[in-house]
Nanobody
């Protein structure tokens, strides 16, 4: 069974940094593109970033471009999300998921598109507040 586990969330002041990790168990993560999503209270889940199996040309939501960096270490079966210059509006539960539909290994322009991703983790809370 495909299972993903997020970690690394916490409370940080505006302008601070966090690095989230997404670890896979039960499957080889490098067969899939991996997406990061977030959901703030009262809002729909939104895609934040996507990285293809190869690691090349990742996608980012406009709201995080230039501040967040996605990367992967297939040897460790882990994907990371480095978040810098955090803002209060980044506060949310962050989830990772594997692309389980369509071109599973590749992030398309629309990705991370929620409907094409599965094996969701439990999420990790990120709170940006002074």
């Amino acid at each position: 069974q495909l299972q993903l586990v997020e970690s690394g969330g916490g409370l940080v002041q505006p302008g601070g940094s966090l690095r989230l990790s997404c670890a896979a168990s039960g499957f080889t993560l490098d067969n899939y593109a991996i997406g990061w999503f977030r959901q703030a209270p009262g809002k729909e889940r939104e895609g934040v970033s996507c990285i293809s199996r190869s690691g090349g040309s990742p996608n980012y939501a406009d709201s995080v471009k230039g501040r967040f960096t996605i990367s992967r270490d297939n040897a460790k079966n882990t994907v990371y999300l480095q978040m810098n210059s955090l803002k209060p509006e980044d506060t949310a539960v962050y989830y990772c998921a594997a692309k389980t539909r369509g071109l599973r290994a590749v992030c398309l322009m629309k990705d991370p598109h929620t409907a094409d991703f599965g094996s969701w983790g439990q999420g990790t809370q990120v709170t940006v507040s002074s």
